[in-house]
């Protein structure tokens, strides 16, 4: 058991509440602007899993996201449902960023935050789909991570005890701290903020970070930071109907090897 509580911090992202998203032609990233947003769905597990290990242990959980001022919603949610602090970092300067220039710059805004013992991140995101953040976060920070986690078995002052998930089996993974960790859906069920907390997170003063207040390398930031670019994007074309092939099955036989010489398969 730990008995000077915990310092966790826990990353989220804002994404679109729908499918139906836009590709700016000229970036390659999506269009933001005038859709309906969202916590990111994984991420409610993690938002809650940090606030169950908060309650076991004692200590402390902040929420970070990069994104547009907007994203401040979300950080409000996260404190609806139980996280002490939020922080946000917003700069026009972190628009565009891929997975490793937004590993980056949430790497910059820790390091600001301070001391952390535990760093927990959804598994992935629905509008990148990658899961590549976290791991990315971690390395650098210069931190052991572990993922698909499905369970935290115990916390010592020196390391944690996990269960990941790995294809149709589990094992048990001891990792030192501090380190970082990017849960499934297996873990836990998120709760509903109460209308107490929800009064509070409207009140709750969210610490609001730009490229400046980071002290980072404005190379390695947005765009400018992301060697992953889109370069087309495009609709496949539609599938065809398809020829059906009757008769009895000598003469669909015969049929098909015939289609198939006539396509130059056979």
Known sequence: MRDN?????????????????????ETGTLIRE??????????????????RLKERFGGKVTAIS???????????????????DAVLLTDKAFAGADTLATSYTLACGIRRIGAYDLII?????TDGDTGQVGPGLAEELGIPHVSYV???IDVTDNYILLERTIENDYERVEAPLPCLITVTKEINEPRLPSFKRKLMARRAQITIWNSKDL?????????????????????P???????????????????????????RIL
């Open 215 to 235: 002290d980072g390398d404005p190379k390695r930031f947005g765009l400018n930071g992301s060697p992953t670019r889109v370069v087309r994007v495009f609709h």
């Open 66 to 84: 990069m994104g547009p001022p907007q994203a401040e919603s979300s950080l409000r949610e996260a404190i609806a449902m139980g996280c002490d």
């Open 237 to 263: 074309p539609p599938r065809g109907g398809g020829e059906m092939i009757t008769g009895d099955p000598k003469e669909q036989v015969e049929r098909l090897i015939e289609k198939l010489r006539e396509l």
């Open 34 to 51: 005038g859709i309906e947003v969202t916590v990111n769905p994984f991420d409610l597990y993690a938002i809650e899993e940090g606030i």
């Open 121 to 125: 991140c959804g598994l992935k995101t």
């Open 5 to 25: 509580g915990l310092n966790i911090i826990v990353c989220i992202k804002q994404v679109p509440a729908t499918t139906e998203v836009s590709i700016d032609p």
């Open 150 to 152: 499905r369970k935290v």
